[in-house]
């Protein structure tokens, strides 16, 4: 998607220390009982919602320097000041991630409830 | 759901592969320089618990449009200690802003591609 990605290497990997959502949803990350591979894939979808919900929450939004991707051009909006702030792009970016998720999990797991902060997007954006 | 996941079944569900969850989504796969990265990533720090044998990392490709498994990253150590190990230190770690799942997968699986 982004055309001129000649990201340096760049290891993805932090420490579970700084991994401060994960703390806070305070949900297993390590699977050692015996679960269905179709439960498993629902325990990490609600795990993945719960983990953007979370990041909105504390306003953990974007990414350190260097994962990030290239800004677009700014746009303004009519009193000039910029729209597309990087704040605002990435939790964007979030939101429209855990509408979907949402939508996947509303379908396939059984008495699923999205977070109470969850707000449907209304339809005609785009 | 939760507790399900942390009802250490006994450790007979121990295997050589390590399955790791949530760190990829299809389309960090498809630049193939990124797809390299990724796979340096994984395999650099799986290293540190024991040697690998492989790992596989499902993606798209021009003949197999709709592989399964893709999003999911599977680990095959020599050894079912090192897997552990593995499972145990990387679980709840951060990869690229998402936080690690991981769980043992069917070695029997892991060698037909059966994701």
């Known amino acids: 998607a982004d055309g001129a990605r000649k990201r340096k290497r760049k290891n993805r990997w932090a420490a579970a220390e700084d991994n401060h959502v994960a703390n806070l949803i305070n949900l297993p990350t390590s699977i050692s009982g015996s679960m269905t591979p179709e439960q498993i894939e629902a325990y990490v979808l609600n795990l993945r919602i719960e983990e953007i919900s979370q990041k909105l929450r504390i306003n953990d939004v974007v990414p350190k320097d260097g994962e990030r991707s290239p800004s677009p051009p700014p746009q303004y909006d009519g009193n000039g000041k910029r729209v597309n702030t990087r704040e605002y792009r990435y939790r964007k970016k979030l939101e429209d991630e855990r509408h979907k998720l949402i939508e996947k999990a509303m379908k396939t797991i059984p008495d699923f409830k999205p977070p109470a902060d969850y707000r449907r997007p209304l339809k005609t954006q785009e | ?115």
């Open chain 2, 1 to 115: 759901m939760a507790a399900l996941a942390n009802s250490t079944a006994s450790d007979s569900s121990s295997t050589c592969v390590l399955q790791l969850l949530n760190m990829i989504v299809p389309d960090d796969l498809n630049d193939d320089d990124e797809y390299e990265d990724i796979k340096d990533d994984v395999r650099e720090e799986c290293e540190k618990f024991g040697p690998i044998v492989d790992l596989k990392i499902p993606r798209q490709t021009r003949t197999n449009q709709n592989p399964s498994g893709v999003g999911k990253i599977f680990v095959r150590f020599e050894n079912p200690e090192s897997c552990s190990k593995a499972l145990k230190a990387l679980a709840g770690r951060k990869f690229a802003d998402r936080t690690v799942v991981t769980t043992f997968f069917p070695e029997e699986n892991y060698e037909v591609e059966a994701f």
